[in-house]
């Protein structure tokens, strides 16, 4: 079954006087339980594709529907109730709280569940055990490495058991040691079920992923290695 069906999606923004089209009629069905990597280079539209899927941004036309819902005119409130549940969240860079430690930050995403405060640290010891770090715990951000904040930071969008990870460039910030890390991380979330979309543009991190798709200048491939990177004409063999 999909969770996330986008049909003719486009966004256009305004720059200057002249509004820019930066996604063209993208079509991506994404099964619940895949992996899936988004290539591109900078420029060609993953942040603002990936900020659709999340549900931070609305499209200028097209539909999206996760998870059987349709998503069109809902409101902000609506919207980020669907972030809320449905969906976790790994960026660059960690994006963590910096006067909350490693348990608090990932305790508070169930702060708006009404969650209580006891188990809202029960699940958030957890989490943070399944990324390794139980003996962090009661670190602050600064006193972490940036692996460990990005282990953090997909401990905070796990705890929510969310339907879809997102992850926009998880290893951008990341020495390949910790990025494999994070990587080994990633397979375990996806052997256990997880639907995971990742946005690299590192081609040794989207193998990591059981697919990868390449968007350039706005379009999004979807069947194969049509779209190379660097814009090459050449075939490769
Ligand atoms: N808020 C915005 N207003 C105007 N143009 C934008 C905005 N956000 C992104 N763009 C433009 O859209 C294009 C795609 O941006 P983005 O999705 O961030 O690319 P990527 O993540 O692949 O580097 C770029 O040309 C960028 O300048
Ligand atoms: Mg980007």
Same mark, same amino acid.
């Given at each position: 079954?999909?969770?996330?069906?986008?049909?003719?999606?486009?966004?256009?923004?305004?720059?200057?006087?002249?509004?820019?089209?930066?996604?063209?009629?993208?079509?991506?069905?994404?099964?619940?339980?895949?992996?899936?990597?988004?290539?591109?280079?900078?420029?060609?539209?993953?942040?603002?594709?990936?900020?659709?899927?999340?549900?931070? *941004?609305? @499209? &200028?036309?097209?539909?999206? !529907?996760?998870? /059987?819902?349709?998503?069109? +005119?809902?409101?902000?409130?609506?919207?980020?109730?669907?972030?809320?549940?449905?969906?976790?969240?790994?960026?660059?860079?960690?994006?963590?709280?910096?006067?909350?430690?490693?348990?608090?930050?990932?305790?508070?995403?169930?702060?708006?569940?009404?969650?209580?405060?006891?188990?809202?640290?029960?699940?958030?010891?957890?989490?943070?055990?399944?990324?390794?770090?139980?003996?962090?715990?009661?670190?602050?951000?600064?006193?972490?490495?940036?692996?460990?904040?990005?282990?953090?930071?997909?401990?905070?969008?796990?705890?929510?058991?969310?339907?879809?990870?997102?992850? *926009?460039? @998880? &290893?951008?910030?990341?020495? !390949?040691?910790? /990025?494999?890390?994070?990587? +080994?991380?990633?397979?375990?979330?996806?052997?256990?079920?997880?639907?995971?979309?990742?946005?690299?543009?590192?081609?040794?991190?989207?193998?990591?992923?059981?697919?990868?798709?390449?968007?350039?200048?706005?379009?999004?491939?979807?069947?194969?290695?049509?779209?190379?990177?660097?814009?090459?004409?050449?075939?490769?063999?």
């Amino acid at each position: 079954m999909a969770i996330v069906e986008l049909t003719n999606i486009c966004k256009d923004y305004q720059q200057g006087k002249e509004p820019v089209r930066v996604l063209k009629n993208v079509n991506l069905t994404v099964e619940k339980g895949e992996y899936l990597a988004i290539m591109g280079p900078s420029g060609s539209g993953k942040t603002t594709l990936m900020n659709i899927i999340g549900c931070l *941004d609305v @499209p &200028t036309s097209g539909s999206y !529907t996760l998870d /059987g819902q349709d998503l069109r +005119d809902l409101d902000d409130d609506a919207m980020a109730d669907v972030r809320n549940k449905h969906l976790g969240f790994v960026f660059q860079s960690f994006h963590l709280m910096p006067r909350l430690n490693a348990l608090d930050n990932v305790a508070l995403p169930l702060l708006y569940g009404g969650v209580s405060l006891k188990e809202r640290r029960e699940r958030a010891a957890e989490a943070l055990k399944a990324v390794g770090l139980e003996d962090r715990m009661d670190f602050f951000p600064n006193q972490l490495s940036g692996g460990q904040c990005q282990r953090v930071a997909i401990a905070r969008a796990m705890v929510g058991k969310p339907d879809l990870l997102l992850a *926009d460039e @998880p &290893t951008g910030a990341l020495d !390949t040691k910790a /990025g494999n890390q994070i990587m +080994d991380i990633f397979r375990q979330l996806s052997n256990e079920g997880m639907t995971i979309i990742m946005i690299t543009h590192e081609p040794g991190i989207a193998a990591c992923a059981d697919k990868t798709y390449h968007i350039l200048d706005g379009e999004l491939r979807t069947d194969g290695n049509l779209v190379k990177m660097g814009g090459g004409e050449d075939e490769e063999d």
